[in-house]
């Protein structure tokens, strides 16, 4: 079984039974023509793997889209430039990510919390009237019952007896 350098399967292992239908259909001289890069393999690496794969069983491979046909020398060389690309700007977005205005400072983007410390104590306190349920208390603060269970972990042990008990009032 071919592995790669983390030592998990090729993607052609693991590949959707109708891929593996597809390229075991195949036979040296043929050409397998796909829509997009993009639907034929799931990462560059993928792509990289599989039309090797394909070429060392002296198979085509051709892509619509992007216009690539790897049978011919140029064709090659334009899938390998095309592939060295995608790597190098997959890069540059992790550099970028990792260089950000918030990455120095210890900050994680998306959007802000709602749950400060101080909604999280009201609710704590409103949580003790057990005539109050976990919504009203939610509407009250101004937040989603969501947030108070992401923020409150024992929450959820806290609400099953009181809906138990509420539904046999």
């Known amino acids: 079984m071919p592995e ?10 693991r590949a959707p039974p109708k891929l593996k239908a597809c390229h075991a259909f195949l036979d040296p001289g043929d050409t ?11 990462s560059l690496q993928d792509l990289i793997s599989m039309v090797a794969e ?9 892509s619509l889209h ?8 140029g064709g090659r ?19 970028g990510t ?7 400072r210890g900050r994680v983007g998306g959007r802000p919390t709602v749950a400060t410390e101080e909604v999280i104590k009201a609710a704590r306190d409103l949580l003790l009237d057990p005539d109050r349920s976990i919504t009203s208390i939610a509407k009250l603060l ?3 019952p ?9 929450l959820r042990a806290v609400a099953v007896p009181r809906q138990l008990e509420a539904r046999t009032r």
């Not at 397998?32 to 799931?42: I, T």
């Open 98 to 104: 990792n260089e950000s205005p918030a990455a120095p």
């Open 66 to 73: 992007e216009n690539l046909d790897t049978t011919t020398p």
């Open 77 to 95: 060389l334009v899938f390998h430039v095309f592939a060295a690309l995608a790597e190098f700007i997959r890069e540059l977005i992790a550099i």
């Open 142 to 144: 101004g937040v989603s």
């Open 32 to 42: 397998l023509v796909a829509p997009s890069l993009d639907r034929y393999g799931r």
């Open 54 to 62: 394909l070429r060392d069983r002296g198979i085509g491979f051709t």
């Open 4 to 13: 790669d350098l983390r030592g998990q399967e090729v993607r052609q292992e």
């Open 146 to 154: 969501g947030t108070l269970y992401n923020h409150i972990p024992d």
